[in-house]
């Protein structure tokens, strides 16, 4: 009897242990959702959990407190093109060939043979689309639908490539500014008001169309771009002027592609990813944001360039209410989101690292030894090496002592030489103020040491030193 009874309680516990277990491995099988909102222009200081006192950002906020902020988060570049590349592929943009801004009716653009965050996952079953800027070429073989993307509605480059923005004078008469819908051109705007509101309710559907399977949601919002456009239930709003409102629009949206997910019942087991292309444009005054604390701002590698906010929600998979200081770039995000969904990374070199551990909080290390700042056309200008932050050489822009723009208008940039080695202690000099270089020449030559293996692989222009791992930008004949 004793025996009978033990021998029917081992079923009975073993059968539970095989629930659970079949329980746990189904949960596994489920894929992560991945909404990717990225704005463009928008300062460090442009959102309240990072310092804004005059801008209500609420979602933004609540988003901060339910998941994880990074502190150290940098762009891949300080411009718009090259940025966006390095997000989507994982790759310095120099790796891939990519620099600067691309002008409309360029004749090159991403590289079909570069895997994307799209196509990476779309291998993985998931339904994508991108609702917004695009900017990695506007020829038909280079928009997003011939690089993973099944859906696309937005613009193929900067809100101001337009003959309707005076303030840039001639330089920028290009014709009227595109909207697509897919590859066709579904109509041409003049007044972008409502284009915020577009791109949301697009998103919004997007997610209602596909809450019975794994997507990628890409919102590249084309606003705080100059020139700004808000509709009018956030018209006024702020206590920032014209672009605080946009922020607060901006806020708005996130804050429906949350409540969307919530009424799907998708929020525990989606990734929202909140973050920036490149620091302000600063010559625009008013019509600019603020990267304070930080020094200078976009189009330069000074962290006001290249420092943006950065909140991550994954209730199912990150712990909330918590803040890291470690450096992660935009090049760690496809690797990163390759890990958190059991996705191949691409078959080419990458420059990105998952930083998944750092996020769950079993390391305080980055997986990278260093971060390289690069701009114009293949010149390093910089390199983050824990608390460090060195520069060579170089010449940049700067608004310092100089007008700034209002209301639209820009200011005139003056450009001024890095004539020798710089180096700042990030740690206790966040303004990057007192140049140290020569109180730690050890440290300098550490990181001389990692830039030159840097150089072989990527060159540096300014050496004028070719890499030996460059790919080529796409391009048409």
């Not at 101001?160 to 014709?175: L, S, T, Y």
């Not at 697009?202 to 890409?218: G, Q, V, W």
């Not at 014209?242 to 607060?248: E, F, K, N, P, S």
Request: proline fraction near 7%; aromatic fraction near 10%; charged fraction near 25%.
């Amino acid at each position: 009897m004793i025996r009978s009874l033990s021998l029917f309680i081992l079923i009975i516990l073993l059968t539970s242990c095989k629930t659970k277990t079949e329980e746990i491995d189904s949960k596994e099988l489920i894929p992560p959702n991945v909404v990717l909102i990225f704005t463009d222009d928008q300062g460090y200081q442009d959102v309240g959990v990072f310092g804004a006192d005059d801008i209500l950002t609420p979602n933004l906020d609540r988003m901060a407190g339910e998941g994880v902020l990074l502190t150290s988060f940098y762009a891949a570049q300080a411009v718009c093109s090259a940025s966006r590349a390095g997000l989507l592929t994982g790759c310095y943009p120099n790796r891939i060939g990519i620099h600067n801004a691309f002008m409309p009716d360029s004749k090159i653009g991403l590289h079909p043979s570069e895997t994307t965050i799209a196509e990476m996952l779309k291998k993985k079953g998931y339904k994508t689309g991108i609702f917004g800027k695009w900017h990695l070429g506007d020829h038909p073989d280079f928009l997003p639908t011939n690089h993973g993307f099944d859906e696309y509605f937005g613009i193929p480059y900067s809100n101001d490539m337009w003959p309707f923005h005076p303030q840039q004078g001639p330089v920028f008469n290009f014709g009227p500014l595109p909207l697509y819908e897919n590859e066709r051109v579904v109509d041409t705007l003049t007044d972008q008001s409502q284009l915020t509101t577009q791109i949301t309710e697009r998103s919004i559907e997007f997610i209602n169309r596909n809450k019975d399977r794994p997507f990628f949601l890409y919102v590249p919002h084309p606003q705080p771009h100059v020139p700004l456009f808000v509709s009018d239930k956030f018209r006024g709003k702020s206590g920032r002027g014209l672009y605080g409102d946009v922020i607060m629009e901006i806020d708005w949206s996130v804050g429906e592609i949350l409540e969307a997910l919530k009424a799907n019942n998708l929020t525990d087991n989606t990734i929202v990813i909140f973050t920036s292309d490149n620091g302000p444009w600063l010559s625009y005054g008013n019509h600019a944001g603020s990267a304070l604390p930080f020094r200078e701002g976009k189009g330069t590698a000074w962290e006001g360039g290249h420092r943006e906010p950065f909140i991550i929600r994954y209730p199912e998979g990150l712990k909330g209410e918590r803040t890291i200081d470690t450096p992660v770039m935009a090049i760690d995000i496809l690797p990163t989101i390759a890990e958190l969904t059991g996705s191949d990374l691409p078959v080419h070199t990458i420059d990105g690292k998952s930083v998944l551990k750092l996020l769950k909080g079993k390391t305080k290390e980055s997986p990278q030894e260093a971060y390289y700042f690069y701009y114009r056309v293949n010149e390093l200008h910089g390199v983050r090496y824990g608390k460090w932050k060195l520069y060579f050489p170089h010449n940049y822009r700067t608004m310092e002592g100089q007008q700034p723009g209002k209301d639209g208008l820009p200011g005139n940039y003056i450009h001024l030489d890095v004539k020798e080695i710089e180096l700042y202690d990030l740690s206790n000099d966040l303004g990057e103020t007192t140049n140290v270089a020569s109180d730690y020449p050890e440290v300098v030559e550490k990181i001389k040491q990692l830039a030159n293996a840097m150089r072989y692989k990527l060159g540096d222009s300014l050496m004028e030193l070719e890499g030996t791992e460059n790919r080529p930008v796409g391009t048409i004949e």
